[in-house]
């Protein structure tokens, strides 16, 4: 079992910046991956960024590339994702996600079918 907790949303004025955590606890040295997502109401959960490890390959969504980055303190287990120049648009509620299993690897680091532990989420609201 990997737990996973959410901080740092908030309420941005549009253009501002946030970082979100993702604390990871349990059986951390299970993990291989983690990405966030995100939801905004009435619209499907979509990817926003993922890391894969060992090497660190990270992707990005097409409408976050440039203004989103993903990184990891392996020594906190814990996954970070800063979001600058950001938009109405942004506004959702954040998730970290990590696969359930080695085998889920094999899917695309955006399918949210490859995620089996979530967090609860955390809010961003960007103002315009």
């Known amino acids: 079992q990997v737990q996973l907790v959410e901080s740092g949303g908030g309420l941005v004025q549009a253009g501002g910046s946030l970082r979100l955590s993702c604390a990871a606890s349990g059986r951390t040295f299970s993990m291989y991956a983690m990405a966030w997502f995100r939801q905004a109401p009435g619209k499907e959960r979509e990817f926003v960024a993922a890391?894969?490890?060992?090497?660190?390959?990270?992707y990005y969504a097409d409408s976050v590339k440039g203004r989103f980055t993903i990184s990891r303190d392996s020594a906190k287990n814990t996954v970070y994702l800063q979001m600058n120049s950001l938009k109405p648009e942004d506004t959702a509620l954040y998730y970290c996600?990590?696969?359930?299993?080695?085998?889920?690897?094999?899917?695309?680091?955006?399918?949210?079918?490859?995620?089996?532990?979530w967090g609860q989420g955390t809010q961003v609201t960007v103002s315009s």
């Open positions: 996600a990590t696969p359930r299993s080695p085998h889920d690897l094999t899917r695309a680091a955006y399918d949210l079918m490859g995620y089996g532990y």
């Open positions: 890391m894969r490890w060992p090497g660190g390959t990270t």
